[in-house]
Protein backbone atom coordinates (compact mmCIF):
# COMPACT_ATOMS: atom_id res chain seq x y z
CA UNK A 1 0.00 0.00 0.00
CA UNK A 2 0.55 3.59 -0.42
CA UNK A 3 0.31 5.88 2.59
CA UNK A 4 0.14 9.17 2.03
CA UNK A 5 1.84 10.64 5.26
CA UNK A 6 4.18 9.56 2.82
CA UNK A 7 2.87 12.50 0.42
CA UNK A 8 5.37 14.97 2.39
CA UNK A 9 8.56 12.88 1.31
CA UNK A 10 6.88 14.30 -2.09
CA UNK A 11 5.90 17.69 -1.15
CA UNK A 12 9.78 17.71 -0.08
CA UNK A 13 11.24 16.82 -3.12
CA UNK A 14 8.90 18.52 -5.45
CA UNK A 15 10.14 21.68 -3.72
CA UNK A 16 13.84 20.47 -3.91
CA UNK A 17 12.85 20.23 -7.36
CA UNK A 18 11.08 23.27 -8.37
CA UNK A 19 8.07 21.60 -9.20
CA UNK A 20 4.65 22.98 -8.15
CA UNK A 21 2.89 20.55 -5.58
CA UNK A 22 3.08 12.68 -3.35
CA UNK A 23 8.01 -23.82 -2.85
CA UNK A 24 4.55 -23.30 -4.13
CA UNK A 25 5.08 -22.87 -8.06
CA UNK A 26 3.88 -26.36 -9.08
CA UNK A 27 0.31 -26.05 -9.49
CA UNK A 28 -0.21 -29.76 -8.08
CA UNK A 29 1.37 -28.43 -4.76
CA UNK A 30 -1.00 -25.15 -3.90
CA UNK A 31 -4.26 -24.73 -2.48
CA UNK A 32 -7.11 -24.20 -5.04
CA UNK A 33 -10.32 -21.87 -4.55
CA UNK A 34 -13.26 -22.27 -6.82
CA UNK A 35 -15.46 -19.68 -5.69
CA UNK A 36 -19.57 -18.93 -7.06
CA UNK A 37 -20.65 -15.38 -5.90
CA UNK A 38 -22.88 -12.65 -6.54
CA UNK A 39 -23.25 -9.15 -5.68
CA UNK A 40 -26.81 -7.65 -5.30
CA UNK A 41 -26.05 -3.82 -4.59
CA UNK A 42 -25.01 -4.40 -0.83
CA UNK A 43 -24.30 -7.61 -0.23
CA UNK A 44 -21.97 -10.63 -2.17
CA UNK A 45 -23.20 -13.97 -1.01
CA UNK A 46 -22.10 -17.56 -2.28
CA UNK A 47 -20.04 -20.83 -2.11
CA UNK A 48 -16.84 -21.36 -2.03
CA UNK A 49 -14.60 -24.61 -2.43
CA UNK A 50 -11.30 -24.61 -1.11
CA UNK A 51 -9.08 -27.51 -2.00
CA UNK A 52 -6.43 -27.38 0.88
CA UNK A 53 -2.79 -28.56 0.08
CA UNK A 54 -1.14 -29.34 3.06
CA UNK A 55 2.43 -27.91 1.98
CA UNK A 56 4.40 -28.26 5.22
CA UNK A 57 5.77 -30.80 7.52
CA UNK A 58 3.11 -31.21 9.71
CA UNK A 59 -0.40 -32.35 10.21
CA UNK A 60 -3.74 -30.75 10.69
CA UNK A 61 -7.13 -31.15 12.22
CA UNK A 62 -8.46 -27.92 11.43
CA UNK A 63 -8.34 -24.99 8.96
CA UNK A 64 -8.66 -21.54 9.84
CA UNK A 65 -9.42 -18.51 7.77
CA UNK A 66 -9.73 -15.36 8.37
CA UNK A 67 -12.82 -13.47 8.03
CA UNK A 68 -11.54 -10.05 7.40
CA UNK A 69 -15.58 -8.51 5.99
CA UNK A 70 -16.09 -9.05 10.17
CA UNK A 71 -13.65 -5.90 10.53
CA UNK A 72 -16.32 -4.01 9.25
CA UNK A 73 -18.78 -5.29 11.41
CA UNK A 74 -20.77 -3.15 14.43
CA UNK A 75 -18.96 -3.10 17.38
CA UNK A 76 -16.13 -4.84 15.61
CA UNK A 77 -12.54 -4.44 18.78
CA UNK A 78 -10.40 -3.11 16.03
CA UNK A 79 -11.50 -0.14 13.29
CA UNK A 80 -10.73 -1.40 9.64
CA UNK A 81 -9.99 2.33 9.63
CA UNK A 82 -7.08 4.31 11.48
CA UNK A 83 -7.81 7.49 13.73
CA UNK A 84 -6.21 9.46 11.41
CA UNK A 85 -8.36 8.61 8.11
CA UNK A 86 -11.49 7.73 10.37
CA UNK A 87 -13.86 10.83 9.15
CA UNK A 88 -12.32 10.72 6.04
CA UNK A 89 -13.02 7.20 4.96
CA UNK A 90 -16.54 6.95 6.52
CA UNK A 91 -17.72 10.34 4.92
CA UNK A 92 -21.64 9.43 4.84
CA UNK A 93 -21.52 8.95 8.22
CA UNK A 94 -20.86 5.26 10.66
CA UNK A 95 -21.72 1.90 8.35
CA UNK A 96 -21.24 -1.49 8.82
CA UNK A 97 -20.99 -4.76 7.61
CA UNK A 98 -19.52 -7.92 8.37
CA UNK A 99 -19.19 -11.98 7.10
CA UNK A 100 -21.68 -14.29 7.77
CA UNK A 101 -21.28 -18.39 7.28
CA UNK A 102 -24.31 -20.15 6.94
CA UNK A 103 -23.01 -23.89 6.65
CA UNK A 104 -19.66 -25.71 6.56
CA UNK A 105 -18.78 -28.94 4.52
CA UNK A 106 -15.60 -31.34 5.04
CA UNK A 107 -15.63 -33.58 2.05
CA UNK A 108 -19.61 -33.52 1.19
CA UNK A 109 -20.54 -34.04 4.79
CA UNK A 110 -21.65 -30.82 6.79
CA UNK A 111 -19.45 -30.20 9.75
CA UNK A 112 -20.08 -28.11 13.09
CA UNK A 113 -17.74 -24.55 12.69
CA UNK A 114 -16.75 -21.74 15.21
CA UNK A 115 -16.26 -18.40 14.62
CA UNK A 116 -13.72 -16.99 16.80
CA UNK A 117 -10.33 -15.10 17.30
CA UNK A 118 -9.78 -12.29 18.80
CA UNK A 119 -11.69 -10.07 16.94
CA UNK A 120 -14.76 -12.74 15.90
CA UNK A 121 -11.88 -12.54 12.92
CA UNK A 122 -11.12 -16.69 12.30
CA UNK A 123 -13.78 -19.43 11.17
CA UNK A 124 -12.08 -22.24 12.53
CA UNK A 125 -13.15 -25.74 10.02
CA UNK A 126 -12.77 -28.97 12.29
CA UNK A 127 -11.69 -32.34 9.38
CA UNK A 128 -12.96 -35.13 9.62
CA UNK A 129 -9.23 -36.77 9.46
CA UNK A 130 -6.06 -35.40 9.44
CA UNK A 131 -4.36 -33.98 6.73
CA UNK A 132 -0.70 -35.22 6.56
CA UNK A 133 1.72 -33.30 4.47
CA UNK A 134 1.47 -33.49 0.52
CA UNK A 135 -1.99 -34.59 1.56
CA UNK A 136 -5.49 -32.41 0.64
CA UNK A 137 -8.94 -31.71 2.48
CA UNK A 138 -11.75 -30.53 0.78
CA UNK A 139 -13.90 -27.71 2.29
CA UNK A 140 -17.12 -26.08 0.83
CA UNK A 141 -17.97 -22.72 2.93
CA UNK A 142 -21.64 -20.96 2.36
CA UNK A 143 -21.01 -17.12 2.83
CA UNK A 144 -21.71 -13.86 2.71
CA UNK A 145 -20.31 -10.49 3.06
CA UNK A 146 -22.35 -7.01 3.97
CA UNK A 147 -20.57 -4.12 2.40
CA UNK A 148 -20.54 -1.53 4.30
CA UNK A 149 -20.72 2.51 2.80
CA UNK A 150 -17.12 3.63 3.28
CA UNK A 151 -13.91 4.41 1.43
CA UNK A 152 -11.51 1.42 2.13
CA UNK A 153 -10.39 -1.57 0.06
CA UNK A 154 -14.34 -2.76 1.05
CA UNK A 155 -16.69 -0.71 0.51
CA UNK A 156 -19.61 1.16 -0.97
CA UNK A 157 -18.44 4.81 -2.28
CA UNK A 158 -20.24 7.32 -4.72
CA UNK A 159 -17.65 6.44 -7.63
CA UNK A 160 -17.07 2.43 -6.99
CA UNK A 161 -17.71 -0.59 -5.06
CA UNK A 162 -14.43 -1.87 -3.94
CA UNK A 163 -14.56 -5.60 -3.00
CA UNK A 164 -11.54 -6.81 -1.45
CA UNK A 165 -11.43 -9.19 1.42
CA UNK A 166 -14.93 -9.81 0.93
CA UNK A 167 -14.34 -14.48 0.96
CA UNK A 168 -12.77 -16.45 3.65
CA UNK A 169 -9.53 -17.14 2.92
CA UNK A 170 -7.33 -19.27 4.48
CA UNK A 171 -4.65 -17.79 7.05
CA UNK A 172 -0.99 -17.96 6.12
CA UNK A 173 0.93 -21.07 7.47
CA UNK A 174 4.12 -20.03 9.69
CA UNK A 175 5.98 -22.12 11.46
CA UNK A 176 3.93 -24.87 10.53
CA UNK A 177 0.65 -23.45 12.04
CA UNK A 178 -1.76 -20.94 10.98
CA UNK A 179 -1.03 -17.13 11.81
CA UNK A 180 -4.34 -16.05 12.29
CA UNK A 181 -4.56 -11.78 11.06
CA UNK A 182 -5.91 -9.24 13.11
CA UNK A 183 -7.59 -6.30 11.11
CA UNK A 184 -5.59 -3.63 12.38
CA UNK A 185 -6.83 0.38 11.02
CA UNK A 186 -3.04 1.06 10.24
CA UNK A 187 -1.10 -0.63 7.79
CA UNK A 188 -1.59 -4.01 5.41
CA UNK A 189 -2.96 -6.35 8.42
CA UNK A 190 -2.47 -9.32 5.92
CA UNK A 191 -0.17 -12.58 5.49
CA UNK A 192 -1.20 -15.54 2.76
CA UNK A 193 -0.11 -18.28 0.71
CA UNK A 194 -0.32 -18.23 -3.12
CA UNK A 195 -2.73 -20.40 -4.49
CA UNK A 196 -5.10 -20.65 -7.67
CA UNK A 197 -8.52 -18.99 -8.33
CA UNK A 198 -11.22 -19.92 -10.40
CA UNK A 199 -14.08 -16.91 -9.77
CA UNK A 200 -17.39 -16.81 -11.08
CA UNK A 201 -18.91 -13.91 -10.10
CA UNK A 202 -22.45 -12.51 -10.94
CA UNK A 203 -23.22 -8.23 -11.31
CA UNK A 204 -26.01 -6.38 -12.56
CA UNK A 205 -25.24 -5.55 -16.05
CA UNK A 206 -24.53 -1.62 -15.59
CA UNK A 207 -21.40 -2.38 -13.40
CA UNK A 208 -18.36 -2.43 -14.96
CA UNK A 209 -15.94 -5.09 -13.51
CA UNK A 210 -11.88 -4.92 -12.77
CA UNK A 211 -10.73 -8.03 -11.53
CA UNK A 212 -7.29 -10.31 -10.75
CA UNK A 213 -7.12 -12.68 -13.01
CA UNK A 214 -7.91 -12.79 -16.73
CA UNK A 215 -11.56 -13.38 -18.10
CA UNK A 216 -12.02 -16.52 -19.94
CA UNK A 217 -15.76 -15.84 -20.09
CA UNK A 218 -18.49 -13.93 -19.81
CA UNK A 219 -22.34 -14.34 -20.74
CA UNK A 220 -25.12 -12.35 -19.97
CA UNK A 221 -28.49 -13.46 -18.28
CA UNK A 222 -31.40 -10.94 -18.41
CA UNK A 223 -29.80 -7.68 -16.34
CA UNK A 224 -26.96 -9.43 -14.96
CA UNK A 225 -23.37 -10.20 -16.09
CA UNK A 226 -21.71 -13.53 -14.79
CA UNK A 227 -17.86 -13.59 -15.61
CA UNK A 228 -15.75 -16.11 -14.83
CA UNK A 229 -11.85 -15.09 -13.55
CA UNK A 230 -8.65 -17.87 -13.63
CA UNK A 231 -5.23 -16.46 -11.66
CA UNK A 232 -2.53 -19.21 -10.59
CA UNK A 233 0.18 -18.10 -7.86
CA UNK A 234 -2.13 -15.51 -6.23
CA UNK A 235 -2.49 -13.98 -2.92
CA UNK A 236 -5.71 -12.83 -3.21
CA UNK A 237 -8.53 -12.24 -5.26
CA UNK A 238 -10.24 -8.73 -5.95
CA UNK A 239 -12.65 -6.57 -7.83
CA UNK A 240 -14.13 -2.99 -8.20
CA UNK A 241 -16.72 -2.26 -10.02
CA UNK A 242 -18.34 0.80 -11.00
CA UNK A 243 -20.74 2.17 -13.38
CA UNK A 244 -18.52 5.37 -14.42
CA UNK A 245 -15.48 3.23 -15.69
CA UNK A 246 -13.54 3.53 -19.17
CA UNK A 247 -11.25 1.57 -19.97
CA UNK A 248 -7.97 1.23 -21.76
CA UNK A 249 -5.66 -1.04 -22.38
CA UNK A 250 -2.16 -1.92 -23.76
CA UNK A 251 -0.12 -4.68 -24.69
CA UNK A 252 3.86 -5.67 -22.83
CA UNK A 253 4.80 -9.19 -23.95
CA UNK A 254 1.59 -11.66 -23.22
CA UNK A 255 0.79 -9.19 -20.63
CA UNK A 256 -2.66 -7.32 -21.50
CA UNK A 257 -2.05 -4.20 -19.08
CA UNK A 258 -5.87 -2.46 -18.37
CA UNK A 259 -6.92 0.92 -16.70
CA UNK A 260 -9.68 1.51 -15.07
CA UNK A 261 -10.69 5.35 -14.64
CA UNK A 262 -13.75 7.69 -14.73
CA UNK A 263 -11.82 10.96 -13.94
CA UNK A 264 -8.57 11.04 -15.56
CA UNK A 265 -7.84 13.44 -17.88
CA UNK A 266 -4.91 11.92 -18.81
CA UNK A 267 -5.56 8.15 -19.05
CA UNK A 268 -2.76 7.41 -22.09
CA UNK A 269 0.23 8.86 -19.39
CA UNK A 270 -1.48 6.78 -16.74
CA UNK A 271 -1.48 3.80 -18.40
CA UNK A 272 1.62 4.42 -19.87
CA UNK A 273 3.23 4.96 -16.43
CA UNK A 274 1.98 1.21 -15.61
CA UNK A 275 3.37 -0.15 -18.68
CA UNK A 276 7.16 1.67 -18.24
CA UNK A 277 7.10 0.32 -14.54
CA UNK A 278 6.05 -3.17 -15.63
CA UNK A 279 8.34 -3.49 -17.55
CA UNK A 280 11.44 -2.39 -16.33
CA UNK A 281 10.61 -4.38 -12.87
CA UNK A 282 10.43 -7.56 -15.07
CA UNK A 283 13.98 -6.79 -16.46
CA UNK A 284 14.87 -6.14 -12.95
CA UNK A 285 13.84 -8.56 -11.00
CA UNK A 286 12.11 -11.17 -13.42
CA UNK A 287 9.13 -11.31 -15.78
CA UNK A 288 5.65 -10.03 -14.56
CA UNK A 289 3.85 -13.72 -13.78
CA UNK A 290 0.62 -12.63 -14.60
CA UNK A 291 -2.08 -12.88 -18.07
CA UNK A 292 -3.32 -9.59 -17.15
CA UNK A 293 -1.97 -6.29 -14.94
CA UNK A 294 -5.25 -4.29 -14.13
CA UNK A 295 -4.90 -0.54 -12.74
CA UNK A 296 -7.90 0.76 -11.22
CA UNK A 297 -8.52 4.50 -10.31
CA UNK A 298 -11.07 4.35 -6.72
CA UNK A 299 -11.95 6.39 -4.19
CA UNK A 300 -8.89 4.92 -1.54
CA UNK A 301 -7.65 7.36 1.46
CA UNK A 302 -4.16 5.88 1.75
CA UNK A 303 -3.29 6.56 -1.55
CA UNK A 304 -2.90 3.10 -3.68
CA UNK A 305 -3.38 -0.55 -2.94
CA UNK A 306 -2.18 -3.52 -3.83
CA UNK A 307 -3.35 -6.86 -4.75
CA UNK A 308 -2.37 -9.60 -7.13
CA UNK A 309 -2.72 -8.53 -10.66
CA UNK A 310 -5.09 -5.55 -8.97
CA UNK A 311 -3.87 -2.32 -7.54
CA UNK A 312 -6.27 0.87 -6.54
CA UNK A 313 -5.05 4.37 -7.51
CA UNK A 314 -6.32 6.82 -4.74
CA UNK A 315 -8.80 8.82 -6.87
CA UNK A 316 -8.12 12.01 -5.14
CA UNK A 317 -4.45 12.32 -5.69
CA UNK A 318 -2.64 14.96 -7.75
CA UNK A 319 -0.82 13.85 -11.26
CA UNK A 320 2.22 13.39 -9.61
CA UNK A 321 1.27 11.22 -6.76
CA UNK A 322 -0.93 9.37 -8.98
CA UNK A 323 1.86 8.36 -10.88
CA UNK A 324 4.02 7.65 -8.22
CA UNK A 325 1.37 5.82 -6.85
CA UNK A 326 1.09 3.49 -10.11
CA UNK A 327 5.03 3.04 -10.00
CA UNK A 328 4.85 1.81 -5.77
CA UNK A 329 1.51 -0.31 -6.64
CA UNK A 330 3.36 -2.08 -9.48
CA UNK A 331 6.42 -2.83 -7.62
CA UNK A 332 4.03 -4.83 -5.14
CA UNK A 333 4.14 -7.47 -7.94
CA UNK A 334 6.98 -8.20 -7.26
CA UNK A 335 7.24 -8.03 -3.69
CA UNK A 336 4.38 -9.18 -1.48
CA UNK A 337 2.61 -10.48 -4.42
CA UNK A 338 5.59 -12.85 -5.88
CA UNK A 339 7.48 -12.46 -2.71
CA UNK A 340 5.45 -12.75 0.21
CA UNK A 341 6.22 -11.73 3.52
CA UNK A 342 4.06 -11.23 6.97
CA UNK A 343 2.83 -7.92 6.66
CA UNK A 344 1.40 -7.51 9.87
CA UNK A 345 4.99 -8.72 11.45
CA UNK A 346 7.61 -7.44 9.17
CA UNK A 347 5.82 -4.68 6.85
CA UNK A 348 9.09 -2.73 5.84
CA UNK A 349 10.18 -5.56 3.80
CA UNK A 350 7.06 -5.13 1.16
CA UNK A 351 6.92 -2.14 1.90
CA UNK A 352 10.43 -0.90 1.55
CA UNK A 353 11.35 -2.80 -1.67
CA UNK A 354 8.51 -1.43 -3.34
CA UNK A 355 9.57 2.29 -2.31
CA UNK A 356 12.85 1.59 -3.26
CA UNK A 357 12.00 0.25 -6.55
CA UNK A 358 10.28 3.11 -7.48
CA UNK A 359 13.45 5.38 -6.69
CA UNK A 360 15.14 3.03 -9.16
CA UNK A 361 12.33 3.49 -11.75
CA UNK A 362 12.52 7.13 -11.71
CA UNK A 363 16.33 6.91 -11.60
CA UNK A 364 15.84 5.23 -14.63
CA UNK A 365 13.10 7.05 -16.73
CA UNK A 366 15.04 11.20 -15.89
CA UNK A 367 11.54 12.36 -18.43
CA UNK A 368 9.61 12.35 -14.60
CA UNK A 369 11.81 14.61 -12.93
CA UNK A 370 12.92 12.71 -10.47
CA UNK A 371 16.37 11.74 -10.06
CA UNK A 372 17.70 9.21 -7.12
CA UNK A 373 19.68 12.06 -5.38
CA UNK A 374 16.76 14.16 -4.76
CA UNK A 375 13.92 11.25 -3.92
CA UNK A 376 16.90 10.16 -1.01
CA UNK A 377 17.45 13.50 0.15
CA UNK A 378 13.86 13.69 0.31
CA UNK A 379 13.59 10.61 2.57
CA UNK A 380 16.19 11.73 5.12
CA UNK A 381 14.17 15.19 5.58
CA UNK A 382 11.22 13.28 6.20
CA UNK A 383 12.66 10.97 8.05
CA UNK A 384 14.60 13.25 10.61
CA UNK A 385 11.51 15.64 11.02
CA UNK A 386 9.92 12.57 11.94
CA UNK A 387 12.19 12.02 14.57
CA UNK A 388 12.02 15.44 15.57
CA UNK A 389 8.41 15.70 15.97
CA UNK A 390 8.83 12.56 18.45
CA UNK A 391 11.48 13.35 20.20
CA UNK A 392 9.73 16.75 21.42
CA UNK A 393 6.03 14.40 21.68
CA UNK A 394 7.40 11.30 23.30
CA UNK A 395 10.91 12.40 24.66
CA UNK A 396 12.25 9.93 22.85
CA UNK A 397 11.78 8.04 19.31
CA UNK A 398 11.90 3.99 18.98
CA UNK A 399 13.93 3.36 15.51
CA UNK A 400 13.49 -0.34 15.82
CA UNK A 401 12.34 -1.92 12.16
CA UNK A 402 11.13 -5.35 13.25
CA UNK A 403 7.75 -4.51 14.81
CA UNK A 404 4.37 -5.60 14.15
CA UNK A 405 1.72 -3.44 13.34
CA UNK A 406 0.13 -3.26 16.95
CA UNK A 407 3.38 -1.79 17.90
CA UNK A 408 3.37 1.40 16.20
CA UNK A 409 2.16 4.38 18.20
CA UNK A 410 0.30 5.72 15.01
CA UNK A 411 0.01 5.69 11.03
CA UNK A 412 2.56 8.57 10.89
CA UNK A 413 5.28 6.39 13.15
CA UNK A 414 4.34 3.27 10.81
CA UNK A 415 4.92 5.20 7.80
CA UNK A 416 8.04 6.31 8.80
CA UNK A 417 9.93 3.37 9.92
CA UNK A 418 8.26 0.77 6.71
CA UNK A 419 8.79 3.14 4.25
CA UNK A 420 10.57 5.99 4.91
CA UNK A 421 13.32 4.42 6.65
CA UNK A 422 13.43 1.23 4.63
CA UNK A 423 13.45 3.10 1.82
CA UNK A 424 17.01 4.48 2.94
CA UNK A 425 18.27 1.48 4.47
CA UNK A 426 18.67 -0.05 0.61
CA UNK A 427 20.01 3.00 -0.92
CA UNK A 428 22.54 3.16 1.88
CA UNK A 429 23.34 -0.29 1.11
CA UNK A 430 23.53 -0.04 -2.43
CA UNK A 431 26.30 3.01 -1.56
CA UNK A 432 27.93 0.53 0.95
CA UNK A 433 28.01 -2.80 -1.27
CA UNK A 434 27.84 -1.24 -4.36
CA UNK A 435 25.67 -1.75 -7.30
CA UNK A 436 26.77 -5.34 -8.48
CA UNK A 437 26.65 -6.99 -5.18
CA UNK A 438 23.31 -5.24 -4.21
CA UNK A 439 21.39 -5.88 -7.19
CA UNK A 440 23.11 -9.38 -7.04
CA UNK A 441 21.57 -9.72 -3.77
CA UNK A 442 18.00 -8.19 -4.50
CA UNK A 443 17.82 -11.30 -7.35
CA UNK A 444 19.18 -13.76 -4.53
CA UNK A 445 16.38 -12.44 -2.31
CA UNK A 446 13.87 -12.85 -5.01
CA UNK A 447 14.67 -16.18 -6.15
CA UNK A 448 15.23 -17.74 -2.95
CA UNK A 449 11.87 -16.41 -1.93
CA UNK A 450 9.57 -16.04 -4.92
CA UNK A 451 5.82 -17.43 -4.14
CA UNK A 452 7.18 -18.12 -0.51
CA UNK A 453 6.96 -16.44 2.65
CA UNK A 454 10.81 -14.24 3.61
CA UNK A 455 11.74 -12.89 6.49
CA UNK A 456 14.05 -10.32 7.68
CA UNK A 457 16.52 -12.91 8.21
CA UNK A 458 16.43 -14.45 4.51
CA UNK A 459 16.91 -10.64 3.51
CA UNK A 460 19.84 -10.60 5.29
CA UNK A 461 20.83 -14.34 4.29
CA UNK A 462 20.33 -13.72 0.21
CA UNK A 463 22.86 -10.19 0.66
CA UNK A 464 25.60 -12.58 2.47
CA UNK A 465 25.05 -15.19 0.19
CA UNK A 466 25.59 -13.02 -2.84
CA UNK A 467 28.83 -12.31 -1.52
CA UNK A 468 27.91 -8.83 0.60
CA UNK A 469 28.91 -8.90 3.67
CA UNK A 470 26.10 -7.22 5.55
CA UNK A 471 25.03 -8.98 8.90
CA UNK A 472 25.98 -6.17 11.16
CA UNK A 473 24.51 -3.61 8.38
CA UNK A 474 21.29 -5.07 8.35
CA UNK A 475 21.39 -5.60 12.26
CA UNK A 476 21.71 -1.75 12.98
CA UNK A 477 18.67 -1.00 10.98
CA UNK A 478 16.83 -3.48 12.14
CA UNK A 479 17.86 -2.56 15.60
CA UNK A 480 17.41 1.04 15.59
CA UNK A 481 21.45 1.56 16.00
CA UNK A 482 21.94 3.91 12.93
CA UNK A 483 22.31 7.37 12.91
CA UNK A 484 21.13 9.06 9.82
Given amino acids: MRKFAFALTLSLLLTLCGIPLAGCGQSGSRTMYEIDCEFDGERVAGTEKVSFFNSTDNTFKELKFNLFANAFRKGAKYSPISAQYYHQAYKWGDSFGGAEISAVRVDGEEVE ?43 INADTVNLANFYPILCGIENGSFYECVYYGSGDPFFSDVADYTVNFTRDKKYTAAASGETVSEKTDGDKIISRYKIKNARSFALVLSEKFKVMSDKSEETEILYYYYS ?37 IQGGMEFTALTYIGA ?169
Fill in 113 to 155: FSIGGEDMNILYVPLKKEVFPNERAAVEIDFAADIAKVIARTG
Fill in 264 to 300: DGTPDKSLLCAKQALEFFGDKWDKYPYKTYSVVQTPF
Fill in 316 to 484: ELDSAAYREVIVHETAHQWWQTVVGNNEIKHPFIDEGLAEYSTVLFYEAHPEYGFTRENLIKSAEQTYKLYCSVYEKITGGTDTTMTRALPEYSSEYEYVNISYVKACIMFDYLRQTVGDGKFFAGIRRFYDENAYKIATPESLVGAFERAGANSNGFFESFYLGKVII
